[in-house]
Structure formats: structure tokens, C-alpha cells
């Protein structure tokens, strides 16, 4: 049976019967109650997905009983059934947080199927991005909390908002990746694919194929055709990691892409449209390579549109404690262990080090405390850094 429990509310015992038996056919778990005090009760009692009330009730009406549900739990969708002439006790009761209502009429099941399917994709993607929200909230510990990472996120929630391309900018394990994700999954694309594309990484006969696709006999070895990150990530965003590792001819070649939208396939001839927001990372210092040739000024400025610098962790050493004790609290609970935290000393020479690996070196430090004292406090002694 398909996930998704619905409460059926109603006084007419035909109509109430008719209602369940056609969510029950679509696979989902559906009771019926004849009034709104027993709708109540069965709702205090289990987790629900979905209710549909009829609003005229004895007792207890549609509206009151939306009133109660939304009280303990506001998340769950209401679907008010009104008679033809209610429309405006429907209209209040969206205004009082139901989520949709449907008219009694001869199609009344069928508009009633529709709408079940309709919500509970509703609310599988209010369940997800609660989901999501926690989980980001959860990476951000990652990062710190500081002022000026609390600047950092309230920019990353403006910049969001938009389809602006993003240069997140700062030294290896700062948590540039981090901030990418957060900019696609709190944008109106968070529903689309978020790609990343590893610019340092790929050999540079490669990479215009790795980006754009090729068609297949457009070079030797090339089998079959050949669908690029651009396309895959159209409608989402793409993340360009170390951006600054780019070959300049294939910078060139960007450019015309982040200009025209549309990509053109190695050995294509036509071009392909694509809907993508570019946010880019870099590690190097984007205007000096300019000096030196091996960036183009005019992607800069095309990528630069919004930038945001991540400062390195020696520059933020008040968020080394809450750091400390997110990567305590993330491998106690991956390993079993029992660490409650590290002592007043581990936080003096944690603070004396220069973090040239940035956070990702203090998690590596903190992992490897953790797994060798495995309970009770870190100390000193525990602690691995190439220098202090």
C-alpha cells in the first residue's frame, strides 16, 4: 500500500463510505469518523497525512475541527467539502489554513481523487524540505557562527532568492561547496538537479566534453553521444568548483555559454538551450591570475556578479569550541563512542594553531581524538596537527 494516511470526516454515513472506498482503491490508508469530536480523538491519537471534512457538521463543524487539527499539528494538509452556496465558509476556512475545498457535486470523487494525489505530493515536499532545512542546518555547524558567518548565511539567503551567478571565493576547506549547496537548495530550484562540476580535476582534453557533451564520432573514442553537465543541471544549478583551474580556451568558450544560454556540443551543430545558475568557487586569487593571463577578465566580471569570501578558520578562532563540539557530537554518534568533549588545554592549543587545512583539517583532528579516546574527555595528547 502506498504511504499516506487520510482521515475522513463527514456525518452522511453514504457519502463518508463512497469517500473512503475511492482513496482506499488508490492504495492509501483511509478511516472514516462521523463526526468532528470523534475526528479529534483519532487525530490526538496517530500521525495523519491528509484529513478531508465535510464543513457543516453537528458538534463540532469543518471549520472548528481545521481550527484544532492546525493547533497540533500545522503542517498536516485540510481539505474542507462544502455544498454548492458555501463557498464563502470555504474561503474562510483557506483563510484559516486549509489547503484546499472541493464542491459537492456529481463529480464529487472525482475532483476528490485529483485533489488526494494533488496534496499528499504536497505534503511529501513540505516533508522534504523540512528535511532539507535540517539538514543544511546541520552542515552550517560545519562552518561556525561567528558575526561574519552570520553575514555569510543572511547573503546566501538573499542571493537565493535570485538566478544571479554567484564567486564564492576562499582557501581549501573554508566550506565553499557548502555554501553552493545552500544557494541551490533554498532557491526556487531546489527541486532541480545541482551538478558539480571539479574544474581542477578533469584533464584538459577532456573537460569541453565533460561540460558541453559531444556527439558521437565527434574525436576519437567517441563511441556514442555524450550529454554535458550543462544539460544535466538545466533547470537546477551548477556548481563550477575551482573555477580559477579552468583552461583558458575553454574559459572562452563559457563566456559565450553564461552570455547566450544555449551550449553547443563537441562535434554539434546545433545549439541546445539551457536553463542553468552558475555559481563558481575559487581558491586562487581570481585578479592576480588575471595579471598573469591565465584567467579572462571578461568571465570574471560575467561570474563575479555576486561574490561571497569565506575567511580562513585562523581568522575566526571563536569558532573553534562550537566547531570542537559539532565534529564530537558527528563521529561519537558514527562510531558508538561516548566522548563528552575536549579539556580547558585541548581548547588552548587548539586555538594556538594556524589551520592551514581550515575546517576540514580540524575534523580530520577531531575524528581521529575522538576514535582514540572513544569515551570520556579529549586531551591533549590525543590531538595530531603538523604544527602549533
Known amino acids: 500500500m502506498s504511504t499516506g494516511r487520510i482521515l475522513v470526516v463527514d456525518d452522511d454515513a453514504h457519502v463518508r463510505a463512497s469517500i473512503v472506498e475511492v482513496i482506499s482503491r488508490m492504495g492509501f490508508a483511509a478511516e472514516g469518523c462521523g463526526s468532528g469530536g470523534e475526528a479529534l480523538k483519532r487525530f490526538e491519537k496517530g500521525a495523519w497525512d491528509m484529513v478531508v471534512s465535510d464543513v457543516k457538521m453537528p458538534g463540532i463543524s469543518g471549520i472548528e475541527l481545521l481550527q484544532k487539527v492546525k493547533?497540533?499539528?500545522?503542517?498536516?494538509?485540510?481539505?474542507?467539502?462544502?455544498?454548492?452556496?458555501?463557498?464563502?465558509?470555504a474561503v474562510d476556512a483557506m483563510k484559516q489554513g486549509a489547503y484546499d475545498f472541493i464542491q459537492k457535486g456529481e463529480n464529487l470523487l472525482d475532483v476528490l481523487e485529483m485533489n488526494v494525489r494533488r496534496t499528499l505530493e504536497y505534503r511529501t515536499?513540505?516533508?522534504?524540505?523540512?528535511?532539507?532545512?535540517?539538514?543544511?542546518?546541520?552542515r552550517w555547524r560545519h562552518i561556525g557562527e561567528t558575526a561574519v558567518i552570520q553575514d555569510i548565511r543572511g547573503?546566501?539567503?538573499?542571493?537565493?532568492?535570485?538566478?544571479?551567478?554567484?564567486?564564492?571565493?576562499?582557501?581549501?576547506?573554508?566550506?565553499?561547496?557548502?555554501?553552493?549547496?545552500?544557494?541551490?537548495?533554498?532557491?526556487?530550484?531546489?527541486?532541480?538537479?545541482?551538478?558539480?562540476?571539479?574544474?581542477?580535476?578533469?584533464?584538459?582534453?577532456?573537460?569541453?566534453?565533460?561540460?558541453?557533451?559531444?556527439e558521437k564520432g565527434a574525436f576519437t573514442g567517441a563511441l556514442r553521444s555524450k550529454t554535458g553537465k550543462f544539460e544535466y543541471a538545466s533547470g537546477g544549478t551548477l556548481l563550477l568548483d575551482e573555477i580559477g583551474e579552468m583552461p583558458v580556451g575553454v574559459q572562452a568558450k563559457l563566456l559565450r555559454v553564461l552570455q547566450e544560454r544555449e551550449i553547443n556540443k563537441v562535434g554539434g551543430e546545433d545549439p541546445i538551450a539551457v536553463d542553468v545558475r552558475i555559481v563558481a568557487t575559487t581558491n586562487r586569487n581570481l585578479e592576480e591570475a588575471i595579471e598573469s593571463g591565465t584567467f579572462r577578465e571578461d568571465l570574471y566580471y560575467r561570474l563575479n556578479v555576486f561574490h561571497i569570501h569565506l575567511?580562513?578558520?585562523?581568522?575566526?578562532?571563536?569558532?573553534?569550541?562550537?566547531?570542537?563540539?559539532?565534529?564530537?557530537?558527528?563521529?561519537n554518534g558514527e562510531n558508538g563512542f561516548t566522548v563528552e568533549g575536549v579539556d580547558a588545554k585541548c581548547v588552548e592549543v587548539l586555538r594556538k594553531h594556524t589551520w592551514p587545512g581550515n575546517i576540514r583539517e580540524l575534523e580530520n583532528t577531531i575524528e581521529r581524538a575522538v576514535v582514540l579516546t572513544k569515551t570520556g574527555t579529549i586531551h591533549p595528547d590525543v590531538l595530531s596537527m603538523k604544527s602549533v
Open 71 to 89: 493547533a497540533i499539528d500545522a503542517e498536516v494538509p485540510f481539505v474542507i467539502i462544502t455544498a454548492y452556496g458555501a463557498v464563502d465558509m
Open 311 to 331: 575567511p580562513p578558520l585562523r581568522e575566526r578562532m571563536d569558532d573553534i569550541p562550537l566547531l570542537v563540539d559539532h565534529f564530537v557530537r558527528k563521529y
Open 155 to 214: 547573503l546566501v539567503g538573499t542571493v537565493a532568492e535570485s538566478r544571479s551567478t554567484v564567486l564564492v571565493s576562499g582557501e581549501s576547506g573554508t566550506g565553499k561547496e557548502l555554501i553552493a549547496r545552500s544557494i541551490h537548495y533554498l532557491s526556487p530550484r531546489q527541486q532541480g538537479p545541482f551538478v558539480k562540476v571539479n574544474c581542477a580535476a578533469l584533464p584538459e582534453g577532456l573537460i569541453e566534453s565533460e561540460m558541453f557533451g559531444h
Open 125 to 138: 515536499l513540505v516533508k522534504e524540505n523540512r528535511l532539507l532545512k535540517d539538514a543544511l542546518e546541520d
